[in-house]
């Protein structure tokens, strides 16, 4: 979006010399930014009594003894000439197979969620642990790893 200045056709300062003859102050509105500072999220959960994310329960150790021990998710997109197809996919770390995966054109919730329900309807674990990045994820034992880690997830 342009400055005043700009639709005006005249520099900034002109326009703060004319709003301040008139007796005006510009007033910059602050903008919301979402934090994912680890501390700031600690002392939020402390103040309002929620948990806001899930600890990170595989901490880098990407083994499992079994199947259905873990399973990792991610997303990735797909170039097509109609456009972009999401793809999310969750697979068991033991067996190193997709157990569940989804495809769309958007990145709804839903598509992670048809993910993890194909894999739960095929596996049927009666205990996983689900981890990802910081994605979403519903529904079976939640992990998240570090903000911006690439090396942190699928």
């Excluded at 709003?19 to 600690?42: C, I, M, N, Y």
């Excluded at 948990?51 to 990170?56: R, V």
């Excluded at 048809?114 to 739960?120: F, G, I, K």
């Amino acid at each position: 979006m342009r400055s005043l200045a700009e639709q005006a056709g005249i520099s900034d300062s002109s326009v703060l010399r004319i709003w301040q003859a008139h007796g005006l102050k510009p007033h910059r509105v602050e903008t919301f930014k979402v934090s994912r500072d680890p501390d700031f999220v600690e002392k939020l959960e402390d103040i309002v009594g929620l948990y806001l994310s899930p600890p990170d329960l595989v901490d880098r150790n990407f083994s499992a003894q079994w199947p259905d021990q873990l399973w990792v998710a991610d997303i990735t997109y797909v170039p097509t000439l109609a456009g972009f197809l999401f793809l999310a996919v969750v697979l068991d770390v033991c067996t190193r197979r997709i157990v569940g995966w989804a495809m769309a054109n958007h990145l709804r919730t839903e598509l992670i969620l048809d993910a993890l329900n194909m894999a739960l309807w095929q596996r049927r674990p009666r205990k996983v642990i689900h981890h990802s990045d910081q994605g979403c994820q519903a529904g079976v034992r939640p992990s998240m790893g570090s903000v911006g880690d690439c090396f942190d997830n699928a």
